[in-house]
């Protein structure tokens, strides 16, 4: 698992730079906010979090067609999946989304705090946003997981996992934006939403894997 964990990091890095093409992406879609909404700096240090947190969403759903399209390239998925039990293989794809999320969501996450800056917001609220991005997105490629193995096979597949996925990562969005807020607002709650998004990330570690690797099977009988 961790020389499939490396290699899905270098693959991840080099399969078309996903992890800059996110972050430029990430960039992009924050530069252009203020374009929108004019230049009160007050309106957008307010919908900052909310802002960061939409953006990274984009990004992630970004790249989540390359999660296995590589190893169907080269015929490693069909062995992947027939040489593997249904346990073993959603053990396998866990460590292939964690692969993911560290190459290309990861930089995400980092380029987040300073990317706050740029939306006026206080440091408090910068920290908790980074923080709740940390851990809500890798939520969302649990999500994608399934939606990129139910895709696999189409030749143009990049559009369809992001409308089967995006409906579902609703819950992680609103409760991540919420747990940001409640950093900078009160009376709102921080540590609530936090542990209810830390929970839905576990819950989606156990379940995305699992549905993609029935995904997988499926369409490789």
Not at 8 to 16: E, Q
Not at 155 to 163: K, Y
Request: hydrophobic share 60%; with cysteine; glycine share 10%.
């Amino acid at each position: 698992m961790l020389a499939l964990f490396l290699r899905d990091i270098r693959l991840s890095i080099r399969a078309g730079g996903g992890a800059l093409i996110g972050v430029i992406f990430f960039l992009a879609v924050i530069a252009t906010i203020p374009f929108g909404v004019g230049p009160d700096l007050k309106l957008l240090s307010r919908i900052g979090p909310a802002i960061l947190w939409i953006a990274a969403l984009l990004a992630c759903l970004l790249g989540l067609d390359r999660l296995f399209q590589a190893d169907r390239e080269d015929g490693s998925l069909d062995l992947l999946v027939l040489n593997s039990d249904r346990h073993m293989l959603a053990l396998t794809v866990l460590t292939k989304c964690l692969a993911h999320w560290t190459g290309s969501v990861l930089p995400l996450v980092v380029a987040a705090p300073l990317l706050g800056l740029f939306m006026n917001m206080e440091p408090s609220g910068i920290g908790a946003t980074a923080l709740t991005l940390l851990v809500g997105t890798p939520a969302i490629t649990f999500i994608g997981a399934a939606g990129a193995a139910v895709a696999v096979a189409l030749p143009r597949g990049g559009l369809l996992i992001s409308v089967l996925v995006l409906p579902l990562t609703i819950p992680v969005l609103i409760f991540g934006v919420s747990a940001s807020y409640g950093a900078v607002a009160d009376p709102a709650p921080f540590l609530q939403p936090f542990l209810i998004l830390a929970a839905l990330t576990l819950f989606l570690a156990v379940v995305g894997p699992l549905a993609a690797a029935l995904a997988l099977r499926h369409g490789t009988d």
